[in-house]
């Protein structure tokens, strides 16, 4: 039975494939933000060189790591390299205004780089922001590789296929949920504990919409659950704390919870 065991692990067709660790995949991803950011890591450049040098450094170490977890796949990783790291500066631009809706939009942000260098939520959207590149040029694994390291470091789970517009803020960051199909506008904002989640878990769901839509400039309070394909968030609406919605509301709405709270002085005899 011992024998059968080994000799099943090692023969198992995973087994076979020699995907990079995680944590590999992960570091790429982490010097991809200390190169657009150079304040994320203190790391400096002396030169635009220097510069291009470990730019292509990079797409080398990505070309590496997508040859080597799709072997199977008729994939030009060379290409698919090389279209990444064009893509670089809309990624940079695009972060750029995530970082000035965190700081813009928190009081208790003394600067754009204590964003960068502190804030949870910027840290997550970094990494939903190069998968979701990776998973539109059909690159397998890495994205959710990426956005799982996000999310065990942050508590952020965002899954690269989600679709989520310019200027994204994050606040606090523990619990979120967004799920593969889920659409969010420019301007949102979302706290701790909010849900972008489906009304059903079946697999034969697999491929369709079954995350909701969020219009612009949204503003999501902490603990709301928000579920459903169908389901819309009109753009201008606030959803406040501990909500629960599986049907479409019209912009410019608030949604709340009214929850019945007794306060009892406890010097008070009964």
Known sequence: MEDQFYNYLFNKPNGKISIPSN???SEWAKKVVHFLFPESSGKLFSSQFELKEY??????EL???????????????KETSR??????????????????AIFEGDPAAVSKFEVVRSYPGFYAICFYRIAHVLYSLGVPIIPRILTEHAH????????????????FYIDHGTGIVIGETAIIGEYVKLYQGVTLGALSVRKVLAGIKRHPTVE????????????GGETVIGHDSIIGGNVWLTESIEPYSTAYHSPIINIRNT???S
């Open 216 to 227: 612009d400039r949204v503003v999501i309070y902490s603990g709301a659950t928000i579920l």
């Open 83 to 100: 279209r990444f790291f064009s893509q670089l500066p809309e990624l940079y631009q695009i972060l750029n205004t995530d970082i000035t």
């Open 152 to 167: 065990s470091r942050t508590g952020v789970d965002i899954h690269p296929a989600a679709t989520i517009g310019a200027y």
């Open 55 to 60: 730019a292509s450094k990079l797409e080398q």
């Open 267 to 269: 010097k008070q005899t």
């Open 23 to 25: 944590e590999i995949i």
């Open 63 to 77: 070309y590496e790591i997508i040859s080597k977890s799709c072997p199977l796949q008729h994939t030009d990783c």
